[in-house]
């Protein structure tokens, strides 16, 4: 279901990952698509301007004051007919003001996941790549899904790479 599966990670100097209590959390990998302004265009999501984000690879992303940026995780998620997954921040991040939202992931869903880190602070903040992001729950459903993700061929199904918004 998760690709790499990592035990419970905990090292000096690093935010955790990998298995949890109840739950999984996940890493974030090195690639960055960080918010700019360059070219003055409009956030839209049904004519989403690819030149909006400028990418970057590397170990640390600078998100920009009261800006954000989008990256994926690590481990590659293959979800069940009969599991719901909600995916929260970790307490490290949003302490300091940075926020990760994700959509829930759907029964029948796989790929990597596209994560979004919001600086909600009036300074730079700082993303490590190959640390924890964020923990994922999964809710087990009494049974399979009548229709899932895959039956209805959803737009973001098997992405790989960090994914912009699709119509």
């Avoid at 690093?14 to 409009?42: H, M, P, Q, W």
């Avoid at 949003?94 to 029948?108: D, H, K």
């Avoid at 009036?122 to 999964?138: D, M, R, S």
Wanted: charged letters at 25%; proline letters at 7%.
């Amino acid at each position: 279901m998760i690709e790499p599966f990592v035990e419970s990670q905990r090292r000096e100097n690093c935010i955790s990952y990998g298995l949890s209590s109840y739950g999984y959390d996940a890493r974030v990998a090195d690639e960055f698509k960080i918010f700019t302004n360059i070219d003055s265009v409009i956030v839209d999501p049904k004519d989403f301007a690819a030149n909006s984000f400028v990418d970057r690879k590397t170990d640390c992303c600078i998100i920009p004051p009261n800006s954000f940026a989008l990256a994926r995780t690590v481990e590659y998620f293959r979800i069940p007919r009969d599991v719901l997954v909600i995916c929260l921040g970790k307490s490290t991040y949003a302490r300091c003001g940075i926020i990760v939202n994700v959509t829930p992931l759907e029964p029948g869903w796989e790929g990597h996941v596209t994560l979004e880190f919001s600086n909600t602070t009036p300074l730079p903040a700082k993303i490590y790549a190959n640390e924890g992001a964020c923990q994922f729950l999964f809710l087990e459903g009494n049974e399979p899904c009548e229709t899932s993700y895959a039956d209805r061929a959803g737009k973001y199904m098997g992405q790989r790479g960090v994914t912009l918004p699709r119509l």
